[in-house]
């Protein structure tokens, strides 16, 4: 693992500083949840995306699992009515989630990746290609997605108990198939992402609070939820808070055992 440089440890607080600044001015502004995503993820993503050597495939490789996460997760969150988002659009996909949520969730992933690339691991995106491991990489991305349009369509009517949980369930178990899979070096890794999740939380958290004053997104089912927590005004699932912290784990892990040198 790289420690932490002093030019590190100013580049975090630079980006703490700029997130809660931003976060300051979205709420007064009342920014819409697509400008938010634009300058509170993607800003800095493009910033220290040019500190790192990347290439094409691995942001190919990002956006089509964006897509496929961002299909299977709002089919089941709306159709299951676990959660509503907000848009300044009318067009929606599937009838269903604004068009936004492509975007968020793009964003979300490259700025998790980018993050843990340029504060806690070497710069560099290898993106070493194993067949085996991409196939298995394809094939799930494949079923998520495959999933998520049934959800959205022939079985949108049906009610499943503890939806949410469900899905933090499969998201959990997902992981620990990729590295029974990937026969990966799992401790190494996994402290690393535990790393970098704790330095990125602190601006999704940020982003989550915005969605809630700016009412980008709306809890609206709170028998769905194994337990919920009031936070202005608002009932927030406990599932949700698992979600923002669990996810960059899963994210950085799979990255470094199937795109990156797996340390």
Same mark, same amino acid.
């Given at each position: ?33 697509? $400008?938010?995503?634009?300058? $509170? ?58 068009? &936004? ?15 843990? &690339? ?23 991305? $494949? ?21 949410? *949980? ?17 026969? *990966? ?12 999740? $704790? ?56 990255? &470094? ?7």
């Amino acid at each position: 693992m790289q420690l932490i440089s002093k030019s590190k440890v100013l580049s975090y607080f630079m980006l703490l500083a700029y997130a809660t600044t931003l976060s300051v001015v979205s709420f007064v502004a009342d920014l819409d949840a697509w $400008l938010v995503t634009l300058l $509170l993820l993607v800003v800095p993503t493009l910033f220290m995306a040019t500190k790192i050597k990347s290439n094409t495939l691995f942001y190919g490789t990002v956006i089509w699992f964006a897509f496929s996460a961002t299909v299977l997760w709002e089919a089941v969150g709306y159709a299951q009515g676990l959660w509503y988002g907000i848009s300044v659009f009318d067009w929606r996909v599937f009838g269903l989630f604004p068009v &936004e949520s492509f975007l968020w969730t793009f964003s979300l992933l490259l700025f998790t990746i980018v993050s843990h &690339e340029f504060f806690t691991d070497d710069k560099t995106v290898r993106f070493h290609f194993d067949v085996l491991l991409h196939r298995w990489l394809i094939w799930f991305s $494949l079923a998520i997605c495959f999933l998520g349009v049934l959800m959205a369509t022939v079985l949108l009517r049906v009610v499943v108990s503890n939806a949410y *949980a469900l899905l933090i369930l499969l998201t959990v178990s997902s992981l620990a198939g990729a590295f029974l899979f990937a026969r *990966a070096r799992g401790g190494a890794v996994l402290a690393k992402a535990g790393i970098s999740t $704790l330095l990125v939380l602190p601006v999704l958290l940020m982003q989550a609070v915005l969605s809630i004053t700016n009412v980008h997104t709306v809890f609206a089912n709170p028998n769905q939820y194994l337990a919920s927590i009031s936070f202005l005004g608002e009932l927030i699932p406990v599932e949700f808070l698992f979600f923002l912290a669990f996810v960059p784990v899963w994210v950085i892990s799979v990255y &470094e055992w199937y795109l990156d040198d797996g340390r």
